[in-house]
């Protein structure tokens, strides 16, 4: 397993942006599928983006595709999500997470399940 901290929430005016990070502490970083998912009040934790290993591929929600971008630098042992137009609706806690089954398999997961390391999360709230 990782060690993952996240970094970059806030308080933030629907339309505006947010880049937040992730850093990772541990061994073998390039062995794992990254993901984000984000937890809102009263409501289920929901699946955003995932990379792959090397970031040759990615998988996004339908309700972030084309506002949001995951990447990663592995140098850094870092994964990043570039939030764009944001919406009140994004409000919630991000998380980021890390799998080593995920990224073995080569076919990226929105399964939280699938995902067996886990940050402390970070607050993003979009005011309308």
């Known amino acids: 397993q990782v060690r993952l901290e996240e970094s970059g929430g806030g308080l933030v005016q629907a339309g505006g942006s947010l880049r937040l990070s992730c850093v990772a502490s541990g061994r073998a970083f390039n062995s794992y599928a990254l993901g984000w998912f984000r937890q809102a009040p009263g409501k289920d934790r929901e699946f955003v983006a995932a990379i792959s290993w090397n970031g040759g591929y990615t998988y996004y929600s339908d309700s972030v595709k084309g506002r949001f971008s995951i990447s990663r630098d592995n140098a850094k042992t870092t994964v990043y999500l570039q939030m764009f137009s944001l919406k009140p609706e994004d409000t919630a806690v991000y998380y980021c997470?890390?799998?080593?089954?995920?990224?073995?398999?080569?076919?990226?997961?929105?399964?939280?399940?699938?995902?067996?390391?886990w940050g402390q999360g970070t607050q993003v709230t979009v005011s309308s």
């Open positions: 997470a890390a799998s080593q089954t995920v990224g073995f398999s080569g076919v990226l997961s929105r399964k939280d399940t699938l995902y067996d390391s």
